[in-house]
């Protein structure tokens, strides 16, 4: 073991008080201990006698009589049996026995007047000793079995219980826990009865004059429990006989308390942080009915001999609602002006008493608990320069949103995995060589339904707390949630400055796929791999081009159906009402639409999809029988492997976007209500399993959906093995696939059937053309335009172009009579009288249908394309995009739930700022992202997942839609953003308050997009070891990518005029003088991103203030958004709390370390691993930059 010579020895030679036991023994040993040079010292003879002794080179041992000494688990002993002789060894009695018969390999004591007795190691070790009577020989032997760690812990356990009994089986209860049994949480919009802040002075010193390191502890008397709940803690205050604290007490009604209840202050003297070893000085006893008629009180704090020790200072005041008056506002817009100015006073410090009358006007947060539960708050009370004090609010709370909204992304996915699977098997049967592929192709489909399906199921089954703990972050069970995904909010108020503002965070986890496969660059890289795959056939490029190709036609077909259907809405509602005014804008709009549609297909990779549709295609001889015709192979008359899936299969894949188009008007979307959970087979994790017999099960720790195409040979080896017998699944009434009569009667079919033979393409454009030339031509005849020519959609038009009824052959007389008459209309209005039309619905309603109708060939005609094109593609390299894809899903889906928390927060839980407003309509909010992961490592895998998750933010659409609260009897409803579209073209729809609503200018709906950075900067011991190697030239150019993005927001963002610093009751502040203007800051920000400074958090930083100033969003995370993320967010409050509400320069690292000590970061940690520490152990904590550095006693090496 390793050991310091000189402060063993110091320990040896203290006074005999603190020694357990000391005394004579006989000592076995070879001469020689652990302070080998002091046996040396003496005479040569001397010298000569103890080589004699130590009979070097052999085994012989010998016993000499030493003293002995005995302190807790170290057992000394000495030159000689002189007590003052100098120590030569210790013993560490740890995993050891005390007995009195040696072992079988150990050569017994001689018993000439010795007693001895042998201490036995686990290891086989053993260290005789004997003493010189059997009372002493039993005296040793009990005080080193008592010697041990074990045998102290069991003493501590006792004396644990003895405590307990003495309270009468009441043991000592925390507030939090108090709350927990009587299901009882804060309620953000509760004003509390009164806040005090605290002080003592003239503490009494110890014996050697020191002044003691005082915390003081709040406990509250409960009646109904009968007992004492510590409800408050303050700091620990370093060597201070008169500390003023910084932490405040909040005394709640809700928690039981009134006038009469006994509220009992107690110091406490810390003599060691870590374990928190503390002695009480004194306590006192006052009713809370006292606390809050004086203003100021200051009582004695009485030991338990009832002696004074100290005096204590209670400064106490009242709050009152900001909203209070005739505001009806749902969140706290704005402070009532105040008739007489000088009621504002400022806060004044602990010296000085505070002003009478003075309250500080609490902002209601009544609106938090519909997006967030759990909340935890802590306050406190900072000093200004200018001599007033800084009230601060503090508070975490756990989103609903972390396992709800990826439920709703899941759904989404699900759904595309159906589409796709529909496209496959509405192909029908195909030949070899493209059976197999065709079987795999399903297969794989049906392998991703699953694991979508298990996940969703297992959000859905989540019970307990709303947050993804750290220490479950590797779980795949919940991988597609966010991990330890919080709200950190802060609430400062400045009377002196007239100023008050809320500051909000979301911490969250880096968004990573923590239990895939390690690739040491994580999706950056594999992303990068797809595109140099080392499957380098021109075929196989050609391929993937056609299928992006299809892929983009089918979204933008989709799309463009939708707005058309939407357009003809609108016709129906219009002819309804018999409203000529707005028809004909329609019309035009639906016609260019309409020519979009009939030009986005290359006409010849449609021919080419059906031309391998004709040649391989297998022909079926009964439609139901499920026997193959393929006459090139020999086979007896079995069900092939095509329809043993599909077979068993049900899909109902009724799009939203496909409702009749005749419904005159939509209700309102209620955006309180979860969707429906469909209980078919596919939306069952087992039900898909059962589908598909060869999925296995996963590697947990490297998770990879198909492990095969990772392996890089060219062999691709695919088996399908279907369980189960024919008469299993012909009995199974529930599993019945490709329902032709509901997939295809449907009038919003999307896919042929298997059997069914593919439109001619020109067919299909012909079709929509001439419903479009009905449709318009009747509008324009029901508008009084009887003389209009039919609309062309195409150029190149002929004659035959147009489809109708009549057959061919000659016509008779009465069609030249029919030309005659419209001469200057056209045949789709011939015969039509207006003023015989009393149904103008009915009169367009068949054009309609036929149009829709139309739309639908097309839609089916593209998705049998797609899935052309993707059954040829080469199998290992459609698995490397699925892999991707997958871990793509993961990440994206944990980045954008904490995207939309935080939209959600600004949108409900804040006032509505009308510049926040502009921002959405013009430009779409900045949302900065703050990375505190190194470059080195595994972490290079999170980095890389985050930039892309990150990266995919930008394409996501978002909506607002009106939604206002229901009535408080409604019981606690959820707001929930719905998430509609598909992987490539997301849109969310959020729903917003009244008061917000109001501000967006006179339009349908308000959409944007969001515009993410990220900037990232390591700031552990990994972090130096990349610097040192110059590993992190990655995270420097993405820096600078980002400061590139950043620059051209804000330079869109100047554009817009708005004032740089905020307004605060409607005039600038005093300390607008102190906030660096937009520019200065990005100038700083490009100089810092380009510079080469080691570990350059000021990027960090400025970035952190440009995106405060844009009224964005602000995000920060690690690994676990634990321990550096609360460094690096108390960080950020206190910057705030000095650049703009002016903390004291010589408060700012007192008021740090009080956060971080007992704010809600260290709360955090509890959360997530149990423990109220922050994991650093020594080597990280001097690696951390000083401003990110813990104080003492608030971190450990526990587990992340």
């Known amino acids: 073991m390793r050991f310091n010579k000189q402060e063993l020895e110091a320990l040896a030679t203290q006074p005999s008080s603190k020694f357990e036991k000391e005394g004579a023994l006989c000592v076995r040993e070879r001469q020689e201990g652990f302070f080998r040079k002091s046996e040396g010292r003496g005479s040569k003879n001397k010298k000569k006698r103890l080589r004699n002794l130590s009979c070097v080179g052999g085994t012989s041992k010998v016993s000499l009589e030493r003293w002995c000494r005995l302190r807790g688990n170290l057992l000394f002993y000495f030159k000689s049996k002189d007590p003052w002789s100098e120590p030569i060894g210790v013993v560490v009695l740890e995993q050891c026995q ?181 002695i009480p000085l ?105 001599g007033g004090d800084i009230c601060v609010h503090e508070l975490m709370a756990e989103s609903k949103l972390c396992f709800a909204f990826p439920q709703q992304l899941l759904s989404v996915w ?111 890289k594999l992303v990068q791999q797809l595109k140099e795959s080392p499957i380098k056939s021109n075929s196989n490029d050609q391929i993937s081009t056609k299928i992006s190709m299809a892929h983009d036609a089918i979204q933008a077909i989709k799309q463009l159906r939708k707005d058309v259907v939407e357009g003809m809405r609108q016709l129906m509602r219009l002819a309804r009402d018999k409203q000529t005014i707005g028809m004909l804008p329609i019309c035009d709009d639906m016609v260019k639409k309409t020519r979009i549609l009939l030009g986005l297909w290359d006409s010849g990779l449609v021919e080419e999809a059906l031309g391998f549709i004709e040649e391989y295609k297998l022909v079926s001889t009964d439609q139901d029988s499920g026997v193959c015709e393929d006459f090139s192979v020999e086979r007896p008359l079995t069900l092939s492997p095509f329809k043993r899936i599909t077979q068993q299969l049900t899909l109902d894949l009724k799009s939203p976007d496909l409702d009749d188009f005749a419904t005159p008007c939509t209700p309102m979307e209620n955006m309180w209500n979860m969707e429906k959970v469909d209980r078919s087979l596919l939306n069952t994790s087992e039900g898909v399993r059962s589908l598909c017999s060869n999925m296995q099960t996963p590697d947990e720790c490297n998770f990879v959906i198909f492990p095969d195409c990772e392996d890089h040979n060219d062999n691709i080896t695919s088996s399908l093995v279907l369980g189960g017998s024919d008469d299993d699944r012909r009995n199974d009434n529930g599993r019945t696939f490709l329902d032709t009569h509901v997939m295809c009667s449907s009038p919003s079919a999307n896919y042929y059937k298997p059997t069914d033979e593919p439109e001619p393409w020109d067919l299909t454009q012909l079709n929509i053309e001439a419903s479009v030339m009905c449709l318009v031509s009747k509008v324009k005849f029901l508008c009084g335009r009887c003389g209009s020519p039919a609309v062309r959609l195409r150029q190149n038009q002929t004659k035959k172009a147009v489809i109708t009824n009549q057959p061919n052959g000659t016509a008779d007389p009465s069609q030249d009579l029919r030309k005659n008459v419209i001469r200057n209309g056209n045949k789709f209005t011939d015969g039509l009288d207006l003023t015989k039309i009393a149904d103008w619905v009915g009169e367009l309603r068949p054009s309609m249908k036929k149009l829709r109708q139309a739309m639908d ?317 922050y994991a650093f152990n020594t080597l990280q904590l001097l690696s951390l930059p000083r401003c990110y550095r813990p104080p003492a006693g608030t971190y450990g090496s526990a587990a992340t």
């Not at 201490?119 to 003493?131: P, T, Y």
């Not at 503490?203 to 409960?222: E, F, I, S």
């Not at 593609?873 to 997958?886: D, F, H, I, L």
């Not at 705030?1136 to 940690?1165: K, M, P, V, W």
Request: with cysteine; net charge positive.
């Open 98 to 278: 005390v007995r009195l018969e040696p072992p079988m390999a150990t050569t017994p004591l001689p018993l000439e007047g010795n007693y001895p007795f042998y201490l036995v190691f686990d290891g086989g070790l053993c260290q005789s000793l004997a003493a010189s009577s059997e009372t002493e020989r039993i005296s040793w032997m009990d005080a080193i079995r008592a010697a041990s760690y074990e045998g102290i812990r069991a003493e501590l356990h006792t004396l644990r219980q003895c405590i307990e009994r003495r309270r009468t089986h009441k043991p000592h209860v925390d507030v939090n826990m108090w709350r927990l049994q009587r299901t009882h949480s804060i309620d953000l919009s509760e004003l509390p009865l009164c806040e005090v802040s605290l002080a003592c002075d003239n503490l009494l010193c110890d014996a050697n004059g020191l002044a003691p390191n005082p915390t003081l502890v709040v406990d509250v008397h409960m009646p109904q429990g009968k007992l004492w709940v510590q409800y408050a803690r303050t700091e620990i205050i370093e060597r201070s006989s008169n500390p003023g604290f910084l932490c405040t007490v909040c005394f709640r009604s809700s928690d039981g308390l009134s006038g009469e209840s006994k509220i009992r202050f107690t110091a406490f003297d810390v003599k060691e942080r870590v374990s928190h070893t503390a």
């Open 282 to 386: 004194g306590s006192a006893i006052v009713l809370l009915s006292a606390i809050q008629d004086s203003t100021r009180l200051r009582i004695p704090l009485m030991s338990s001999s009832q002696n004074t020790v100290g005096f204590l200072t209670i400064s106490a005041w009242s709050l009152e609602a900001e909203d209070r008056g005739s505001s009806t506002e749902h969140t706290p817009c704005r402070v009532p002006m105040l008739t007489n100015p000088q009621v504002m006073s400022h806060r004044r410090s602990q010296s000085l008493p505070p002003r009478l009358g003075a309250k500080m006007r609490l902002p209601s947060q009544a609106e938090l608990k519909l997006l967030y539960a759990s909340p935890f708050v802590q306050t406190y009370r900072f000093h200004s320069g200018l």
């Open 414 to 524: 699900i759904h595309q995995e159906k589409e796709l699977l529909q496209e496959v098997a509405g192909m029908g049967e195909l030949r070899e060589p493209w059976h197999s592929r065709q079987v795999e192709l399903l297969d794989r489909h049906l392998h991703l339904l699953r694991l979508y399906s298990q996940a969703r199921e297992n959000l859905q089954a989540h019970k307990g707390s709303l947050f993804k703990a750290s220490s479950r972050k590797s779980d795949r069970s919940l991988e597609f949630a966010p991990v330890n995904l919080h709200l950190q909010r802060m609430w400062v108020h400045n009377d002196t400055l007239n100023k008050a503002g809320f500051y909000d965070w979301i911490t969250v986890g880096a968004f990573t796929a923590h239990s895939h496969k390690s690739k040491n660059g994580g999706l950056i």
């Open 857 to 1173: 060939g097309l839609l089916k005609t593209a998705r049998l394309t797609h899935s052309v094109f993707r059954v040829q593609e080469e199998p290992k390299s459609a698995q490397r995009v699925c892999n991707v894809r997958y871990r793509r899903d993961v990440c994206f889906s944990q980045a954008l739930t904490s995207l939309v928390a935080a939209l959600m927060t600004r949108l409900w839980c804040q006032k509505p700022d009308p510049a926040f407003v502009t921002c959405l309509s013009t430009l779409g909010p900045l949302a900065c992202f703050e990375g505190l992961l190194s470059y080195h490592g595994n972490e290079i895998d999170m980095w890389g997942d985050m930039s892309v998750a990150i990266e995919d933010l930008r394409t996501v659409m978002f909506i607002l839609v009106r939604s206002p609260i229901p009535a408080s009897g409604a019981g606690e409803p959820q707001l929930m953003p719905k998430v509609t579209g598909n992987r490539n073209a997301l849109t969310v729809s959020l729903p917003v308050p009244d008061s917000l609503y109001s501000l967006i200018p006179s339009r349908m709906s308000l959409t944007f997009h969001v515009t993410p950075v990220f900037f990232n900067i390591g700031i552990n011991e990994r972090a130096t070891w990349a610097e040192s190697v110059g590993a992190t030239k990655p995270q420097e150019r993405s820096n600078c990518d980002n400061f590139e993005r950043l620059n051209e927001y804000y330079l869109r963002y100047r554009k817009l005029n708005m004032p740089e610093t905020p307004l605060y009751h409607g005039r600038a502040t005093s300390s607008a003088a102190h906030v660096r203007p937009l520019s200065t800051l990005m100038e700083m920000l490009k100089i810092s991103v380009h510079s080469d400074k080691s570990k350059n958090v000021e990027i960090l930083h400025l970035s952190a203030q440009i995106c405060r100033q844009m009224r964005g969003l602000r995000f920060t995370s690690c690994k676990s958004a634990k321990d550096r993320t609360g460094m690096g967010v108390t960080l950020e409050q206190c910057h705030i709390l000095a650049e703009e509400y002016h903390l004291a320069e010589h408060e700012f690292q007192r008021a740090l370390d009080c956060i971080r000590s007992e704010g809600c970061r260290r709360e955090n940690t509890m959360k997530n691993i149990n423990v109220r520490k």
